[in-house]
């Protein structure tokens, strides 16, 4: 069984910055690569960024990059996202995904997530 909790979404002012967290319960946490993903209104949910099993390779997608940071904590089983110089586009339900890389140790961008979900957390961003 897999179980994704997060936390720590909010209103901030473009600008600002957020903490989100994650808490994890799955068998072996250092075993998988992880993402977070964010959704808004009429949109697909989006992959932000990918971290694989020991934290030293990650993947942004462009309109974060430089922005946000994604870290893990193999020892507590958390995953989080640092978010900086938030702007209003960044507004959306963030979700955090446990999954795997279509080549084993290959390419971190290459993710295909498993379809368990946490009830996100809302991050807003005002302008």
């Known amino acids: 069984q897999v179980q994704l909790e997060e936390s720590g979404g909010g209103l901030v002012q473009t600008g600002g910055s957020l903490r989100l967290s994650c808490a994890v319960s799955v068998g072996t946490f250092s075993a998988y690569t992880m993402g977070w993903f964010r959704q808004v209104p009429g949109k697909e949910r989006e992959l932000v960024a990918t971290?694989?099993?020991?934290?030293?390779?990650?993947y942004y997608t462009d309109s974060v990059k430089g922005r946000f940071t994604i870290s893990r904590d193999n020892a507590k089983k958390m995953l989080f996202l640092d978010m900086n110089k938030l702007i209003p586009e960044d507004t959306a339900v963030y979700y955090c995904?446990?999954?795997?890389?279509?080549?084993?140790?290959?390419?971190?961008?290459?993710?295909?997530?498993?379809?368990?979900w946490g009830q996100g957390t809302l991050v807003t961003v005002s302008s």
């Open positions: 995904n446990v999954g795997r890389l279509k080549v084993p140790g290959g390419d971190v961008s290459q993710y295909i997530r498993l379809e368990v």
């Open positions: 971290i694989n099993w020991n934290g030293r390779n990650t």
